[in-house]
């Protein structure tokens, strides 16, 4: 009989030191996973970096004439506005003036499409 519970516990401590070993190898395998993961998301970080530079510099090369472009409009819009303010400022008593005439100035007459019928 002793040896009979004897050889349960050998078989209980067996089935026990198995289970640790298979969890051991459980975590070792997540953390292979995340280390690869880990090593996955930087190479694609590293890819996307490059992408991104090579992006940019074909389009500075593409539009590298086109910011000149844009500062040469920039100035031209700029001159127009200035333009457009001094004529307003010089114009601006005269157009005053005839507008306040042409509201004040009201001389009456009949429409030339009216017709008196009697």
């Known amino acids: 009989m002793a ?3 004897q050889g349960i516990q050998q078989l209980l401590q067996a089935e026990k030191r198995a289970a640790e070993k298979v969890a051991d190898a459980r975590k070792r395998k997540a953390r292979r996973l995340k280390q690869a993961k ?5 190479e694609v970080e590293q890819y996307r970096r490059e992408r991104e530079q090579e ?4 389009q500075q090369a593409a539009m590298g004439s086109q910011g000149n472009l844009s500062a040469e409009v920039e100035q031209a819009t700029w001159r127009q506005v200035q333009g457009m303010r001094s004529s307003q400022q010089r114009n601006r008593e005269r157009v005053l003036a005839q507008l306040l005439g042409m509201v004040c100035d009201v001389r ?8 008196i019928t009697a």
Request: proline content about 10%; aromatic content about 10%; charged content about 25%.
């Open 38 to 42: 880990e090593e996955a998301q930087m």
């Open 55 to 58: 992006f940019q510099s074909k």
């Open 108 to 115: 009456p007459r009949l429409h030339p499409n009216f017709r």
């Open 3 to 5: 040896s009979q519970s």
